[in-house]
T-cell receptor, first 115, second 113 residues
Framework: DGGITQSPKYLFRKEGQNVTLSCEQN?????MYWYRQDPGQGLRLIYY???????QKGDIAEGYSVSREKKESFPLTVTSAQKNPTAFYLC??????????????FGEGSRLTVL | GENVEQHPSTLSVQEGDSAVIKCTYS??????FPWYKQELGKRPQLIID?????GEKKDQRIAVTLNKTAKHFSLHITETQPEDSAVYFC????????????FGKGTKLSVIP
């Protein structure tokens, strides 16, 4: 069953702790993305990667880090430097090949709460 | 960078009526405009999209129109049904070679039975 899987679905963290959110896809997509969703704020891009071992900052990258060691995986680390980390995080993937519309396929999201 | 404004933020309609959501974008080089629907507790999913070389696209009860001169595009839903209730996001993608989408802030549509 092809798709994009995020884990964990819910995560609680104490202030000052780093936490890593997992994102795995078996769609053979080149590009992967992390978005943050806050009420009334839409979807804001944190980081994206168009190819293995390469990634770029999005609009709100401060306090976050990523890696792309495998095509299938794009984990996001929320560091203690992120001042307001409580949010819903969505991972997505898309085909990168020219001519494609680049439709985003989203995971089910991870809800992070900082206590 | 690209900036996408979406209105209204909330919209309530009676079942069977039409709903219209409007978006404006800032980058005249943007060439692709998708709409995503996110039902409560679920992931966003693409429902319709339009490229800059087309003025209108229709898929059953939903349609999207694009005015490149004015830099705005709209989602039209006719004969609304309760299952249309969701948050709708518009987005724009800057020119060729970019796969980065900039999203609007979303419209919460409620269809009242």
């Amino acid at each position: 069953d092809g798709g994009i899987t995020q884990s964990p679905k819910y995560l609680f963290r104490k202030e000052g702790q780093n936490v890593t959110l997992s994102c795995e896809q078996n769609l053979n997509h080149d590009a992967m993305y992390w978005y943050r969703q806050d009420p009334g704020q839409g979807l804001r891009l944190i980081y994206y990667s168009q190819i293995v071992n390469d990634f770029q900052k999005g609009d709100i990258a401060e306090g976050y880090s990523v890696s792309r060691e495998k095509k299938e995986s794009f984990p996001l680390t929320v560091t203690s430097a992120q001042k307001n980390p409580t949010a819903f995080y969505l991972c997505a993937s898309s085909i990168r090949t020219g001519g494609s519309t680049g439709e985003l396929f989203f995971g089910e999201g991870s809800r992070l709460t900082v206590l | 960078g690209e900036n996408v404004e979406q209105h209204p933020s909330t919209l309530s309609v009676q079942e069977g009526d039409s709903a219209v959501i409007k978006c404006t974008y800032s980058d005249s080089a943007s060439n692709y405009f998708p709409w995503y629907k996110q039902e409560l507790g679920k992931r966003p999913q693409l429902i319709i999209d339009i490229r800059s070389n087309v003025g209108e696209k229709k898929d059953q009860r939903i349609a999207v129109t694009l005015n490149k001169t004015a830099k705005h595009f709209s989602l039209h839903i006719t004969e609304t049904q309760p299952e249309d209730s969701a948050v709708y996001f518009c987005a724009a993608r800057p020119g060729a070679g970019s796969y980065q989408l900039t999203f609007g802030k979303g419209t919460k549509l409620s269809v009242i039975p």
